[in-house]
């Protein structure tokens, strides 16, 4: 059974950081690429970044290229998504995910198969 967990989210004014964790187990975590994603109120989930296997590849959305960075440490199963220079409308339920095949490069929501519970972050103006 693969489990997915998020931490680290909370409240922040805009302009300030938030580092998010997720801690992954039940199968070989150094194999699967990993994702964020996020959703607001009343939104469709949407894509964040993606990080591959070997940590050797990241792909960001548009709207936080340059102030997200996601990382991730094999040999602790976890995976990071650091957050810079937030701002309002980055506001949302974070969710970590894992992809379904090993050893690709998933980039699409329907390439993960496995999602934690989310963690809140909420960007004040």
């Known amino acids: 059974q693969v489990q997915v967990i998020e931490s680290g989210g909370g409240s922040v004014q805009a302009g300030g950081s938030l580092q998010l964790s997720c801690a992954a187990s039940?199968?070989?975590?150094?194999?699967?690429?990993m994702a964020w994603f996020r959703q607001a109120p009343e939104k469709e989930r949407e894509f964040v970044a993606a990080?591959?296997?070997?940590?050797?590849?990241?792909y960001y959305a548009d709207s936080v290229k340059g102030r997200f960075t996601i990382s991730r440490d094999n040999a602790e199963a976890t995976v990071y998504l650091q957050m810079n220079s937030l701002k309002p409308e980055d506001t949302a339920q974070y969710y970590c995910?894992?992809?379904?095949?090993?050893?690709?490069?998933?980039?699409?929501?329907?390439?993960?198969?496995?999602w934690g519970q989310g963690t809140q972050v909420t960007v004040s103006s």
């Open positions: 990080i591959t296997w070997s940590g050797s590849s990241t």
């Open positions: 995910a894992a992809a379904r095949e090993p050893d690709t490069f998933a980039v699409g929501r329907h390439e993960y198969a496995f």
């Open positions: 039940g199968r070989t975590f150094s194999r699967y690429s």
